[in-house]
């Protein structure tokens, strides 16, 4: 039971390149989330799934795209990377318990280091 | 005005002291509340949640929310070096079930 895993760990790209951030999750989670941090700014929404087949906005989505591909996989896409860009990606899922319990918990991959030079 | 505020701190308390965290929401309508812990250079991970009113214990680790004053906090009682991470509050609010807000998290520093 590997949780949530995320590919790659560490990334350096120049502007304008493009990459995509695969995760998985083998919890049989509904719920998926895209989360960026940067120091001082906490962990900020980017987009997120609340079942297979949906995706929204959360807080950041500008430049960003995503695919949720099944109930397992949730890929996040940068089609012109920016120095801006520049962060620790965390992928996170869940299974909500309409908010009474620990089953809305999110349980996070081990991030991706992206560089944009 | 931020959705969930926390002091970035750091935080510096002896090794078997008592850790207080805390952590503000504006959302008078939230319903669960989260605590996380994040070592540096890893992903958050759970610690404790809440959803009532009072306070709720789980080892050395206790949890006390106030709804009417829209705060909840973080107790560490004996405190130890491997204690020494950051502390992320997240909030879960009204109607959005999957939208939690994190704070911005308060660095512990636990000296021996």
């Known amino acids: 039971n590997a949780g949530v895993t995320q590919t790659p760990k560490f990334q350096v790209l120049k502007t304008g390149q493009s990459m995509t951030l695969q995760c998985a999750q083998d919890?049989?989670?509904?719920?998926m989330y895209w989360y960026r941090q940067d120091p001082g700014m906490g962990l900020r929404l980017i987009y997120y799934s609340a079942s297979e087949g949906t995706t929204d906005k959360g807080e950041v989505p500008n430049g960003y795209n995503v695919s949720r591909l099944n109930k397992r996989e949730f890929s996040l896409r940068l089609e012109s990377a920016a120095p801006s860009q520049t962060s620790v990606y965390f992928c996170?899922?869940?299974?909500?318990?309409?908010?009474?319990?620990?089953?809305?918990?999110?349980?996070f991959g081990p991030g991706t280091r992206l560089t944009v030079l | 005005q931020k959705e969930v505020e926390q002091n970035s701190g750091p935080l510096s308390v002896p090794e078997g002291a008592i850790a207080s965290l805390n952590c503000t929401y504006s959302?008078?309508?939230?319903?669960?509340f989260f605590w996380y812990r994040q070592y540096s250079g890893k992903s958050p991970e759970l610690i404790m949640f809440?959803?009532?009113?009072g306070d709720k214990e789980d080892g050395r680790f206790t949890a006390q929310l106030n709804k009417a004053s829209q705060y909840v906090s973080l107790l560490i009682r004996d405190s130890q070096p491997s204690d020494s991470a950051t502390y992320l509050c997240?909030?879960?609010?009204?109607?959005?079930?999957?939208?939690?807000?994190f704070g911005t998290g308060t660095k512990l520093q636990v000296i021996p």
């Open positions: 959302d008078r309508g939230s319903q669960s």
């Open positions: 996170a899922s869940s299974e909500p318990g309409g908010g009474k319990g620990p089953a809305d918990t999110q349980y």
């Open positions: 809440i959803y009532s009113n």
């Open positions: 919890m049989n989670h509904n719920s």
């Open positions: 997240a909030v879960m609010p009204s109607g959005g079930y999957q939208k939690v807000t």
